[in-house]
Every structure is written in C-alpha cells, then in structure tokens.
C-alpha cells in the first residue's frame, strides 16, 4: 500500500490555479491515487464566457480525466468549484466558501501564477507575490492545516549559474514593492521595472523570486515546503505519455517547428535542456506535501525539480529528436517542411532569421494580396520572433541545480511509493519522452487526426517539389541579372557553354566512330 496515496485519503484539499497545465495533472493524480479523499476545493475565476461551473466541467469530460472516472466515478462531487479572483481583495471569496475554506482545509497546494514573460510588472506582483501572501495569511486561519506546498520556478535565481536550494534574498523587499504597486502610476512602474529585475531576463522571474521571500516571511508556524520545477512540458508515463494542454515552455515552439514557420533559434545546442516533465513534477509535489505534513521539517524545505544534473539532455539532441519525430509523423497544413536549427552565433541568426523568417513571410503574403486575400504570414512571424527573443535567455545558458533534499525525499520513500509517485528523472529516456512529447502535441494539443499522416506526408512532398522549383528559379534570374550586368560573369558564362559545347561534340564524335 502506498503511505502517500493513503496519507491523502480522507483529506481536504485546497488548489489554486487547478485550471493550469500543472494544476490539471495534479488534481488527476490525486484523484486516481487517492479516490477516497474527502474533497479538493479549487479556486476557478469565469474565463473566456464560461462559468466556473462550466470551467470544471469541461475539465472533467477532457481525455485527461477519463481514467480517473473508471476509479472514482464520483469525482463530480469530490471537487467544489469556489468563485475566486486571485486578483482580488479576499480573492473576492463569498463569506460561507471562505468559513468553510478556513474550517476544513487540510493541505494546501498553491499553483496559481501568471507564467507570461512580459506581464506587466503591476500584475506579475499582484499574482505571484500578493496573492501567495493572501493566502498564507488565510492559510494562517485554517485550524486543520498540515502543510502549505508553494510551486515556484528553478528559474527564480536565473541571474546565479550554481543554485541551491535556499531562498536567496531580492534587494527590495517584497513588502515595498507590494506597498509601491498600489501608488506607483503605470509608467513610473515601466520605467523602474528594469532597474528592479537587475540580472534578471523578465518580470516572471522576478516576481516568483519576491513570491519565495515572502512564502519565508509570512511562514510563521505553518509547515511549509517550495518546490521549483525548471521547464516543464508533457507528461512522461501518466495517465498516458505525451499529454500536454497548452503553448508554453517548448510546445508553442516545437508546433512552430513543426509547422515549419520557426527555422533557427539563437541558441547554444550543447548548453542544457533542463526539461521536467509535469508529471514527474506532480509525483514530487504530492511526496512533498506528504512528508511535510507528517515529518514536519523545523524549516521551510526547498525541493528542485530539475533534470540536468541527474540526466542531462541538450538543446541540440532534443531539436534533432522533435525534427525525427517530424519525418515520421508531420503536422498537418505545414507552411514549409520542418528544418530547424540551433545557433550559437548572433550574426548567423540574424541572417536565418531575415532569410527563413521574415522573408518567406514577406512573399507569402505578397502572394495572398495577389490572390485576393488578407495577409497574414507576417503578424504570425514577428509573434514567433518575439516569442523567440523571449526564450532566448533560456537556451544560450546552462545552470546547475543542487538536489539534496530532492534525493533525501525520494530515499525517505517506500518502494512502492517510489513507484506510483515516480521523480526519479534519471530513469527517463530523453530520446522516447521526446517522441511521445511531440505525438502528445498532435493528439491532444492540436487533435490532428493520425489516419491524416498519409496526406501530411503528400503535403510535405508537393512543398518539397515547390521549394526545389522556386530555388531554381531563383538561382536562374539571379545568374540572368549577373551576366547582364558582369563582363566577368559573361566570360564565365561563356566558358561554361563552350566546355559543355566541346565536351558534347567529343561525346557524339566518339559513339560515331565506334559504330
Ligand atoms: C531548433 C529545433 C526546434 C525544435 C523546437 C525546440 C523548442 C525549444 C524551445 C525551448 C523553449 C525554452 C523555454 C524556456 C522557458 C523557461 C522559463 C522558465 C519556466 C517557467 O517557470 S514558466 C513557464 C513558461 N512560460 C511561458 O512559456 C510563457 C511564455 N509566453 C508568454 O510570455 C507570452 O505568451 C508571449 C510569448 C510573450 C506572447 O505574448 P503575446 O504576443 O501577448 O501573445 P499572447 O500570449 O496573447 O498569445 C497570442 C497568440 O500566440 C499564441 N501563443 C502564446 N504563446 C505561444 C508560444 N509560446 N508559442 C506559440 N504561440 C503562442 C497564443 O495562443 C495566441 O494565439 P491566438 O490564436 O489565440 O491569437
Ligand atoms: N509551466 C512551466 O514550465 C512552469 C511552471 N512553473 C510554476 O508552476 C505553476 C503552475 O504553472 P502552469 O500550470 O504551467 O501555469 P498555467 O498558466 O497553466 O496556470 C496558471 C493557473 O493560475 C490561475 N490563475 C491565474 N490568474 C488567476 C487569477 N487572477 N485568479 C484565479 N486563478 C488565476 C489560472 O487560472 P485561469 O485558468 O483562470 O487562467 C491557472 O489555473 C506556476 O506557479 C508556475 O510559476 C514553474 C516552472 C515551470
């Protein structure tokens, strides 16, 4: 019998942001672990027209959860959905949801983020530093509480090469910067926000920084424990491989290969690929709540939930694998055949960039205007671009995490504890994870079809033949110009003719005299 899996029954459980890629996965597992537990309350906001109701449901009929319904066919009553803006005062939580949050709650998973790199600064502060305050300060008032479990990001100290699991202090205090949010006007918050991110790439690393800082400050005498995950992309093993939800991290990226709109990244091909699949994360992060909950460590415990120090991959070996995969399965409606590349050097990706990016876009919709229709290529490109610029902080560098208390929990665990909450990443095969990575992409993120590979594949061969047609054509008004312009091309030009001229009347003279 597994201790985690029985530690959770019985239990009520808090997540916030169980809408998200992390928060999905790690609801599923809970609920297929642990189907006796008493209840796990989300914090959902409407979105995008639907109903937090509506939200949960549509979750609960998704492929994600369709084993969890086998083994706990009534998960629809196990969840309570509460109406919750992270944003807000309270999180604008009804009085009677919160009584019954603060009465009830067991263990705590704080999930709830914003993950975009170029957030306002306001907004990243308010979500990722106010609102964990808030809900220490909740979780303060909850009498049955047994652990508090933080995610953050492997990525708050990216300005450090060598991490530790510590919490390294920012140079303003998280308390300032939330006191100076609420009067600062807008654009004296732009015009600061440089000067206060230092070293760091972006508002996203700063903020899940400040968020530590304050997970520290306000722990009082809860038991709490921080988990960093570095990137984290589709599941390994469970419920299914490959199973991913949404465009960050690599997955935008490698549909973008794929597509063949994205050719070259700046990037260095041998610098680390620290991926982690969600998952793996979600294994650590049910272990953890787990061990702090009845080991009750003095201090607040920091977990790294990486790869590269335990089994490294690279940025070069995982494109290679996401293009391999690419042969064999391609995407449908690919704009070009996927062919894309790391490279290290500024000038070299400035030149892709201009040649396999903006210019292709350019001449597609050069040829749409023609044919009648809006064009588009070129909005699609400078997202990818931006996009990319994003990223590329992340791809040139390599880090180095410590796992200590990462490998002390997992020898603190039982066999068969090991096995159902599995994060021992060094049993992962990069080779096939990637495989099963992009496959994921294309079932579950884009829901292509696998009996449409055959016409994938006919797609590819006809742009294929187009791009070997345009090249020639190309090279051909590019020699015509040249020799119209350049005695030096002309004599080669001519040269070229006569050798061909003479070789072919030797060629023909030669088969005469032998009949
Ligand atoms: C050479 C071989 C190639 C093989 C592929 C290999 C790929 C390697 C890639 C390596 C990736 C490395 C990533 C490192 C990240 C480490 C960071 C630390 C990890 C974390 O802790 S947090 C999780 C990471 N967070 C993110 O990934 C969020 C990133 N996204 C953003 O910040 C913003 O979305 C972005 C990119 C700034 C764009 O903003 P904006 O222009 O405002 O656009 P929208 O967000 O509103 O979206 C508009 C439109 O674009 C689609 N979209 C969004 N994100 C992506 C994406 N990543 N890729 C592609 N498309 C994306 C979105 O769905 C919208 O589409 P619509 O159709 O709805 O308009
Ligand atoms: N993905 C990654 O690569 C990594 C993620 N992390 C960390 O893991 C955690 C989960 O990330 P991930 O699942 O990928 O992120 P997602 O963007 O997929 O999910 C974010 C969640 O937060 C919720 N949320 C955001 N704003 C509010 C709000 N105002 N009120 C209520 N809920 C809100 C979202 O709800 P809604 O659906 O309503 O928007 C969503 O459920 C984050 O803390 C992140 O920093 C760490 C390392 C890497």
Not at 408 to 419: A, G, K, Y
Not at 467 to 472: A, K
Request: charged share 20%.
């Amino acid at each position: 019998m597994s201790m985690i899996a029985a530690f959770y029954s019985g239990k009520s459980i808090l997540i916030t942001g169980a809408t998200g890629f992390m928060g999905k996965v790690l609801m599923e597992k809970l609920f297929r672990t642990s189907p006796d537990l008493k209840v796990i309350y989300i914090l959902v906001r409407p979105k995008a027209g639907q109903t937090t109701q509506q939200r949960v449901f549509q979750i609960l009929n998704s492929k994600l959860f369709e084993k969890v319904k086998e083994i706990c066919p009534n998960v629809h009553e196990k969840i309570r959905a509460i109406y919750a803006d992270l944003n807000q005062n309270d999180f604008a939580i009804s009085k009677e949801d919160m009584q019954e949050l603060l009465s009830c709650t067991n263990i705590v998973f704080h999930c709830a983020a914003t993950v975009r790199f170029d957030d306002h600064l306001r907004h990243a502060v308010q979500l990722n530093v106010t609102a964990t305050q808030q809900l220490l300060i909740m979780a303060s008032q909850m009498p049955k509480l047994e652990a508090f479990i933080h995610i953050s990001t492997a990525f708050s100290n990216c300005n450090l090469t060598h991490i530790d699991e510590v919490i390294y202090p920012c140079p303003v205090e998280p308390k300032k910067i939330i006191d100076s949010m609420e009067w600062l006007d807008d654009a004296i918050i732009d015009e600061i926000t440089p000067k206060l991110i230092g070293d760091r790439p972006n508002t996203y690393t700063y903020t899940k920084a400040l968020g530590e800082m304050v997970v520290q400050q306000e722990s009082r005498n809860l038991n709490i424990a921080i988990i960093r995950p570095s990137i984290v992309g589709a599941t390994w093993q469970e419920p299914f491989p490959g199973w991913v939800d949404n465009l960050n991290g690599p997955s935008g990226l490698i549909i973008a290969a794929g597509k063949g709109f994205l050719r070259s990244i700046r990037g260095a091909p041998m610098a680390v690929a620290d991926l982690i699949p969600v998952d793996t994360v979600v294994n650590l992060t049910l272990a953890v709540g787990w061990y702090t909950a009845v080991h009750r460590p003095k201090s607040t415990l920091i977990y790294h939930c990486t790869s590269g120090n335990l089994n490294p991959c690279n940025w070069g070996k995982m494109g290679f694998q996401v293009l391999a995969t690419f042969e064999k399965v391609p995407l449908e409606r690919a704009f070009r055949r996927p062919n894309a590349d790391f490279t290290a050097n500024t000038i070299t990706s400035q030149y892709w960039n201009a040649v396999s990016h903006r210019a292709p876009a350019i001449i597609y919709d050069f040829y749409l205007r023609l044919t009648g229709r809006k064009p588009r290529m070129t909005k699609i490109m400078n997202r990818l671009l931006k996009t990319v610029s994003m990223i590329e902080y992340f791809v040139n560098r390599s880090w180095e995490w410590s796992t200590y208390n990462t490998e002390m929990l997992m020898s603190e665990l039982s066999p068969e504890d090991q096995r159902v909450f599995n994060f021992d990443v060094r049993q992962l095969n990069w080779l096939e994870y990637i495989e099963n990575y992009v496959l994921g992409i294309k079932k579950y993120l884009l829901k292509e079809d696998m009996a449409g590979i055959p016409e994938a594949k006919q797609h590819l061969k006809r742009l294929r033949n187009i791009h070997y047609l345009f090249n020639t054509a190309l090279f051909l008004i590019a020699w015509r110009l040249l020799i119209a312009r350049s005695q030096m091309a002309r004599n080669v030009w001519f040269f070229i003719v006569s050798f061909c001229y003479k070789f072919l009347s030797y060629f023909r003279a030669s088969s005469t005299l032998k009949v």
